[in-house]
């Protein structure tokens, strides 16, 4: 005979007036969408969850129990159930950029009637420059320190480091508006140029297993590759538009 019974797990998470903690609401969504059925604990006071950690000898919350054993935090139990560590290095921030570029150049050709033109792939890469330059601006100076880490003129220069996400967003919007091609080009093509050797030189000479700043200073995407494209496809843009 098959067993009907239901998995149970036990989720302590902190509920009160001013605080919900989404980790603990997220808890409670992935083991329901898991299958088991949920036995809710809210701590709602102060008092309450400091004597649940000191009781459980743990330094946060929330905290899933599954079978009697304590799985640990919201990141535990993803890891328990094989989804990927969300602190794993990955390319995800660079294809969702590219991605949605793509779909938005897509979206202004077919308002211009432009469809499957070298203007439409300009715009792809130039809506791509935007977005990124939009990741990096949200936070300068964390940007910038991450970026200082590899870029050889951001080393020897450290202001480079500040002007890069306007130089970007500069270019790029040029690069949209398709004037001052004078201007976009050069620039796209430098700062392209000093990325690509940068990423080179870091990762190829050196073989440094670092971060790239590309979608900003909190990024958990690997320098390599990924990052020498960007910097390639940006330089091959900036010459065609030059030529064309």
């Given amino acids: 005979m098959t067993s009907t019974a239901q998995k149970k797990a036990t989720l302590y998470r902190m509920v009160m007036d001013t605080h919900v903690c989404p980790y603990g609401v997220k808890s409670r969504h992935l083991l329901k969408s898991r299958g088991f059925a949920v036995e809710d604990h809210p701590l709602t006071t102060r008092a309450e969850t400091d004597a649940f950690k000191a009781q459980h000898d743990v330094k946060t919350t929330p905290q899933t129990f599954i079978d009697g054993v304590r799985v640990g935090g919201y990141d535990d139990l993803r890891r328990y159930f094989g ?3 969300p ?7 660079v294809i969702a950029v590219f991605a949605l570029a793509a779909l ?3 979206a202004a050709s077919l308002a211009v009637g432009t469809l499957a033109s ?16 939009t990741l990096k601006l949200q936070d300068v100076e964390s940007f910038s320190t991450m970026f200082t880490g590899y870029d050889l003129l951001a080393r020897r220069f450290v202001p480079y480091s500040y002007f890069y996400p306007f130089a970007e967003a500069l270019a790029g919007l040029l690069m949209i508006w398709g004037r001052f091609t004078w201007l ?7 700062i392209g140029l000093v990325g690509a050797v940068s990423v080179v030189y870091a990762v190829y000479v050196q073989k440094r297993d670092i971060k790239c700043a590309c979608v900003g200073g909190a990024s958990n995407v690997p320098l390599g590759p990924v990052s020498l494209a960007e910097n390639l496809m940006m330089m091959a843009m900036a010459v065609w538009m030059a030529a064309a």
Avoid: E, G
Wanted: some cysteine; charged content about 15%; overall charge positive.
């Fill in 184 to 190: 976009s080009a050069p620039l796209a093509f430098f």
């Fill in 104 to 106: 938005m150049a897509l």
């Fill in 83 to 85: 989804k990927p560590d």
């Fill in 87 to 93: 602190k794993a290095p990955t390319y995800r921030p």
């Fill in 118 to 133: 070298w203007r439409t792939l300009q715009w792809v890469i130039a809506f791509a420059m935007c977005l990124l330059a």
